[in-house]
């Protein structure tokens, strides 16, 4: 079957790092995605990886290992406003298996 | 223009009507998607169109219309909902179906979505 697993809650303080951590099973692998969704709109695009190693963007950095089937979302110098849900996605690589599939999002509060 | 606009961006209908929501985009697009979501769980993916045709559809029940008039344009026929259908209806759209490499991420850009109430 196919399984993406993230922790259901976090909690950080503004200012602090905070990890993410995604572990997937998934037939075949095309690419792992990370985005945001604040409560009530819709989810944005933070990060892209498909080849192992760290893709660093501003305050946020994604890594990946495919053998280990594991990715992480870092985020650096928490603010307020990071706090969101986060969702891990990965996408297969035949047919209809490129299409994403969802982890169930991992809920980031991030206090003063 | 990297905007995929959502209308109407909330609707409340009964079980009896017949309603649509519309979605359009203009980055030249050629995959666009409907998603359902509920709260606190991941988007679930309903249909997918690519080229315009109709690719992916999940066993979404048939009171649930999808139509893709042109590459620009997405709708989603309503009909006979049930109160359950409530939902966050999300557009999406991508350079193309899946996508692959660092070139062509086929990232997903999504509408704000349209908030469904079925009374």
């Known amino acids: 079957g196919q399984n993406i697993d993230q922790p259901t809650e976090m909690t950080a303080t503004e200012g602090a790092i905070v990890q993410i951590n995604c572990t997937y099973q998934?037939?075949?692998?095309?690419?792992l995605f990370w985005y945001q969704q604040h409560a009530g709109e819709a989810p944005t695009f933070l990060s892209y990886n498909v080849l192992d190693g760290l893709e660093e963007k501003g305050r946020f950095s994604s890594f990946l290992s495919r053998s280990k089937g594991y990715s992480y979302l870092l985020l650096k110098e928490l603010q307020m406003k990071d706090s969101a849900s986060y969702l891990c996605?990965?996408?297969?690589?035949?047919?209809?298996?490129?299409?994403?599939?969802w982890g169930l999002g991992t809920s980031l509060a991030v206090n003063p | 223009d990297t905007e995929v606009t959502q209308t109407p961006k909330h609707l409340v209908m009964g079980m009896t009507n017949k309603k649509s929501l519309k979605c359009e985009q203009h980055m030249g697009h050629r995959a666009m998607y409907w998603y359902k979501q509920k709260a606190k769980k991941p988007p679930e993916l309903m249909f997918v169109?690519?080229?315009?045709?109709?690719?992916i559809n999940e066993s979404v029940p048939s009171r649930f219309s999808p139509e893709c008039p042109n590459s620009s344009l997405l709708n989603l026929h309503l009909h006979a909902l049930q109160p359950e259908d409530s939902a966050l209806y999300l557009c999406?759209?991508?350079?193309?179906?899946?996508?692959?490499?660092?070139?062509?991420?086929?990232?997903?850009?999504f509408g704000e979505g349209s908030r469904l109430t079925v009374l």
């Open positions: 169109y690519s080229y315009e045709k109709l690719s």
């Open positions: 996605a990965v996408r297969g690589n035949a047919g209809n298996n490129r299409k994403l599939i």
């Open positions: 998934t037939s075949g692998f095309n690419g």
């Open positions: 999406a759209s991508s350079q193309q179906m899946g996508g692959g490499g660092a070139a062509n991420t086929g990232e997903l850009f």
